[in-house]
């Protein structure tokens, strides 16, 4: 199943200056309704809560409380092979330059030292919907427009639904496993966690999510989370769902993604003959490519700091990285340690990764050298 991005409408009617203008910037203090298709109020003096109608035009309203929101009028039926009707949804964050107030965000990943969420809901019977928790990154620090990747948490199914793409595995996160799905939906790249049975309320450890979504290749440290929003889409009916009570907090203090320049390191060479092996694992596009190297001291000596140096092949440009400071040169690449995994004890392991364009069909290097002593490959 494929679907537009939910606010693309929104972008074109914020542009235009119509009637969104009412509702946004708002305050609900006491029991506020929206039926403005776009429109939006503020909660708590720092969340949104919109009623962002995209797939319809009948009609759609909420009633915001300074807890949440409940959806008092879904006259909106989709076919449930296509689009939702909306994402009623609260936020945190910019969606399309509507900024919650006060907000820390857009925040590089690498600066992120805990991204934490509480969530309540309330479901009823004889609806199509999912209850969904959307994480929202890119590669820039975006405050408007389509970011390029959506990390979904589907909390509730209801109905013949599914997410975008297909299944690619499982995931165990905050102590639950999640069946997990990927795909494109033409406009941004999802990963969807669906749970297996419905979730009331939950304390989730959004990091959790973000760093698995990392470790699949989908993004990198350098990328930067812009929203978090959580709320229904339905697909026929849905009054009477609603989010009785949301918080979220995410807090700085993290890494840098790359450390200052500093002068290089000094280098030990691993001792005796072939005293590295080195592990590359790829994953390939039609356009890109990510790729995971282990390196491993096979010496009887401590490596204390260390440079891997080998060439990829044509076509391939790395375009970032991650735990460690990774350079080209036309195709020759040098990847050095950062300060926290210069030291490689016999029989240890340092890993690091990078994302990069592909133009032509995907190969992988064939030989790598560690502080000029070649390596085995494992």
Same mark, same amino acid.
């Given at each position: 199943?494929?679907?537009?991005?939910?606010?693309?409408?929104?972008?074109?009617?914020?542009?235009?200056?119509? @009637?969104?203008?009412?509702?946004?910037? +708002?305050?609900?203090?006491?029991?506020? %309704?929206?039926?403005? %298709?776009?429109?939006?109020?503020? @909660?708590?003096?720092?969340?949104?809560?919109?009623? #962002?109608?995209?797939?319809?035009?009948?009609?759609?309203?909420?009633?915001?409380?300074?807890?949440? $929101?409940?959806? =008092?009028?879904?006259?909106?039926?989709?076919?449930?092979?296509?689009?939702?009707?909306?994402?009623? !949804? &609260?936020?945190?964050?910019?969606?399309? /330059?509507?900024?919650?107030?006060?907000?820390?965000?857009?925040?590089?990943?690498?600066?992120?030292?805990?991204? =934490?969420?509480?969530?309540?809901?309330?479901?009823?019977?004889?609806?199509?919907?999912?209850?969904?928790?959307?994480?929202?990154?890119?590669?820039?620090?975006?405050?408007?427009?389509?970011?390029?990747?959506?990390?979904?948490?589907?909390?509730?199914?209801?109905?013949?639904?599914?997410?975008?793409?297909?299944?690619?595995?499982?995931?165990?996160?905050?102590?639950?496993?999640?069946?997990?799905?990927?795909?494109?939906?033409?406009?941004? #790249?999802? &990963?969807?966690?669906?749970?297996?049975?419905?979730?009331?309320?939950?304390?989730?450890?959004?990091?959790? $999510? @973000?760093?698995?979504?990392?470790?699949?290749?989908?993004?990198?440290?350098?990328?930067?989370?812009?929203?978090?929003?959580?709320? $229904?889409?339905?697909?026929?009916?849905?009054?009477?769902?609603?989010?009785?009570?949301?918080?979220?907090?995410?807090?700085?203090? +993290?890494?840098?993604?790359?450390?200052?320049?500093?002068?290089?390191?000094?280098? =030990?060479?691993?001792?005796?003959?072939?005293?590295?092996?080195?592990?590359?694992?790829?994953?390939?596009?039609?356009?890109? $490519?990510?790729?995971?190297?282990?390196? =491993?001291?096979?010496?009887?000596?401590?490596?204390?700091?260390?440079?891997?140096?080998?060439? *990829?092949?044509? +076509?391939? %440009?790395? /375009?970032?990285?991650?735990?460690?400071?990774?350079?080209? !040169?036309?195709?020759?690449?040098?990847?050095?340690?950062?300060?926290?995994?210069? !030291? *490689?004890?016999?029989?240890?392991?340092?890993?690091?990764?990078?994302?990069?364009?592909? #133009?032509?069909?995907?190969?992988?290097?064939?030989?790598?050298?560690?502080?000029?002593?070649?390596?085995?490959?494992?």
């Amino acid at each position: 199943m494929k679907r537009p991005l939910r606010a693309l409408a929104a972008a074109a009617v914020l542009a235009a200056g119509s @009637i969104v203008a009412v509702a946004l910037g +708002g305050t609900a203090s006491a029991d506020t %309704q929206i039926c403005e %298709q776009y429109g939006s109020t503020t @909660i708590q003096g720092r969340y949104v809560v919109q009623n #962002n109608r995209w797939g319809t035009t009948a009609q759609q309203c909420i009633n915001v409380t300074d807890s949440g $929101f409940e959806i =008092t009028t879904q006259n909106g039926s989709n076919p449930t092979n296509g689009a939702p009707t909306a994402y009623p !949804s &609260i936020f945190v964050g910019c969606h399309y /330059t509507n900024c919650s107030p006060g907000t820390n965000l857009p925040i590089q990943v690498s600066q992120i030292s805990s991204a =934490t969420s509480s969530i309540s809901y309330r479901y009823v019977s004889n609806a199509v919907y999912n209850a969904s928790y959307d994480i929202w990154l890119d590669p820039s620090p975006k405050r408007d427009g389509v970011n390029q990747m959506e990390i979904m948490i589907w909390l509730n199914r209801q109905g013949p639904i599914q997410p975008i793409g297909s299944p690619v595995g499982t995931a165990t996160i905050d102590g639950r496993s999640w069946e997990v799905w990927r795909g494109s939906n033409g406009s941004n #790249n999802v &990963i969807s966690y669906l749970a297996p049975s419905a979730i009331s309320s939950a304390n989730l450890n959004l990091l959790a $999510f @973000i760093n698995d979504t990392r470790n699949r290749g989908a993004i990198t440290n350098s990328w930067y989370l812009t929203s978090i929003q959580a709320g $229904f889409e339905p697909w026929q009916g849905g009054a009477g769902l609603a989010v009785t009570s949301f918080g979220a907090a995410v807090n700085g203090g +993290g890494n840098p993604t790359t450390p200052p320049p500093t002068t290089p390191p000094p280098t =030990t060479p691993p001792p005796g003959g072939n005293g590295c092996a080195v592990k590359y694992t790829p994953n390939s596009w039609n356009n890109g $490519f990510t790729a995971d190297v282990q390196i =491993t001291n096979t010496g009887t000596s401590t490596i204390n700091g260390w440079t891997l140096n080998y060439t *990829l092949p044509a +076509g391939q %440009q790395i /375009t970032s990285a991650w735990n460690a400071t990774v350079s080209q !040169s036309g195709s020759a690449v040098t990847a050095r340690n950062i300060s926290w995994n210069g !030291s *490689l004890a016999p029989g240890g392991t340092a890993s690091f990764g990078y994302q990069g364009t592909l #133009n032509g069909a995907y190969a992988s290097p064939t030989s790598f050298t560690l502080n000029g002593v070649a390596c085995s490959r494992s």
